[in-house]
């Protein structure tokens, strides 16, 4: 039994390590060539060892094109990033409280309607969205990438609304037997118990607004307002030779803050999966 216990851990921490390196390897592979030669970025690109080094790639990334550095585009992606992420923290835990602890006429249809929102594929409704905010005159502008979040989001909503079910309404009864109103028992009550629920949404939320490529590239029309993601494709030239090495460099640093921002939650991100199956 030891040594089928041993041969057991053996090949269970070998699958894992070749997981692991399967996992890394895009971002070793991208890495490396942020330290190539453009014209041997695909040449040599089995090799993740680079012939010669070049922290030049970084340099010139940095400079950006147009005479605009890549500081303008990461501080325009921060401003949409962390509007979006206030504007999710902000609205969808006060309307999940209002669906998962009050009742109002239409509760269902109101529920129904917004969980019908999470089948709606984003091309369907990309259209109609781009004409009804051109209307408002909102092209080349942050307010179609960050305004519609403050009105919530679906799949956070129903998120914290099962997290909220999650917590024994006596808690609730209970403060209001001290007298404490609805919002009272939101705000000192429900919201700091939730906090794993919200953290969870914050990366995800981060990460998915860090990564979007189609909404600044349809409603962003001055390159001094686009972001990290729609600058990276700049790079890409069909017409003359691509800087591929500036590029990879580029990409490697548009990876810093999503990683980061993970290491800091993760204990969070636990903590919600451990706590969000639990009942009071």
Partial sequence: MKRKKQIGSVTFHVLCILFAVTALYPILWMFSSSLKDSSQVFVDAANLIPKEIKFSNYINGWKGFGGISFTTFFCNTFIVVLLSVLGVVVSCPLVAYGFARTEFRFKKFWFFTIM?????????????????????????????????????????IFQHMQFIRSIPAELDEAAYLDGASKFTVYTKVILPL??????????????????????????????????????????????????????????ILSLVPPIVLFFFFQKNIVEGISTSGLKG
């Fill in 194 to 251: 939730i906090k794993p629920s919200i953290a969870t949404s914050v990366i995800f939320q981060f990460y998915w607004k860090w990564e979007d490529f189609f909404g600044p590239l349809i409603y962003l029309t001055s390159p001094k307002k686009y972001t990290v993601s729609v600058a990276l494709k700049l790079f890409s030239d069909p017409t003359s030779m691509t800087d591929w090495g500036a590029m990879f460099a580029m990409s």
């Fill in 116 to 156: 019908i929102s999470l089948m709606l594929p984003s091309q369907v409704v990309m259209v109609p969205q781009y004409i009804m905010f051109n209307k408002f005159g909102w092209i080349n502008t942050y307010l179609p990438l960050v305004l519609p979040l403050w009105l919530g989001s679906a799949f956070f």
